[in-house]
C-alpha cells in the first residue's frame, strides 16, 4: 500500500484539504434544524479524507470542526442530541485547540419539545446551556454565529460582542434577561 504521507509536506496536504473544504452551502438561521442530529457539518470531500487514515483524519480534524451545530429542534427527541453535545463539549474541554477551529456556531432550542415534559427538558437543557455559553465566549477564531430562540445575560451577549474574529452575528427570537447588577451590553462592539 502506498504511504500517502511520504509522497508530499505536510504543508501541501493541508493546502489540499483546505481545497476540498469548500464552504458548506450556507443556509438560512431558521434552517438550523433542517439536519438536527447533526453536530459537526463539513464538505463531504473531507469526510472522505478523515476516513482514509489516521494521518489524514489528524490532518482533517481542524476542517471537520469548522461548522459546528448545537441547535435542537423542537420535533424530534432531543435527548439524543443533548448526548452528543455533552460529547463534543467534552472534548472541547479535553482538547482546547478544538476550539481555535470553531469558524461557524449554531446554538439554541426551540421552545416547544413535543411528547417530553418540558420542565425535565428544561432542566437538562439548562445545565448544558451554561456549558454551551462559556465555550462560546472562548472561541477566538469564531467568524460567524447563529443564535435562535436563546436567552442572553448581558455577561454573555458582551462577551460574544468582544469575539476578535466575529463578523456574523445572526439572532433570532432572543431575550436579554438583566438583573439588578448586570450592566447593559455595549452593542458598538
Known amino acids: 500500500m502506498t504511504d500517502f504521507t511520504s509522497i508530499l509536506p505536510v504543508d501541501t496536504w493541508l493546502v489540499v484539504l483546505e481545497f476540498l473544504a469548500v464552504p458548506v452551502p450556507r443556509h438560512n438561521v431558521e434552517g438550523i434544524y433542517d439536519e438536527d442530529s447533526i453536530i459537526l457539518r463539513s464538505s463531504p470531500a473531507i469526510r472522505a479524507m478523515?476516513?482514509?487514515?489516521?494521518?489524514?483524519?489528524?490532518?482533517?480534524?481542524?476542517?471537520?470542526?469548522?461548522?459546528?451545530?448545537?441547535?435542537?429542534?423542537a420535533?424530534?427527541?432531543?435527548?439524543?442530541?443533548?448526548?452528543r453535545i455533552k460529547e463534543l463539549l467534552d472534548l472541547l474541554d479535553r482538547r482546547p485547540e478544538v476550539k481555535l477551529w470553531i469558524r461557524i456556531l449554531s446554538?439554541?432550542?426551540?421552545?416547544?419539545?413535543q411528547g417530553r415534559e418540558r420542565d425535565d427538558v428544561d432542566v437538562e437543557y439548562i445545565a448544558l446551556e451554561r456549558r454551551i455559553h462559556k465555550v462560546t465566549s472562548e472561541l477566538r477564531g469564531l467568524s460567524e454565529l447563529r443564535c435562535m430562540h436563546m436567552v442572553f445575560t448581558p455577561t454573555f451577549l458582551s462577551a460574544i460582542l468582544q469575539l476578535p474574529q466575529l463578523d456574523d452575528l445572526e439572532l433570532k427570537y432572543f431575550q436579554v434577561l438583566q438583573g439588578p447588577t448586570d450592566?447593559?451590553?455595549?452593542?458598538?462592539?
Open 50 to 73: 478523515a476516513t482514509l487514515s489516521r494521518f489524514f483524519y489528524q490532518l482533517a480534524d481542524p476542517f471537520r470542526f469548522r461548522e459546528v451545530h448545537l441547535a435542537v429542534h
Open 183 to 189: 450592566p447593559t451590553p455595549d452593542w458598538s462592539a
Open 107 to 113: 446554538i439554541g432550542r426551540e421552545i416547544e419539545i
Open 75 to 83: 420535533l424530534e427527541d432531543p435527548i439524543e442530541k443533548y448526548h
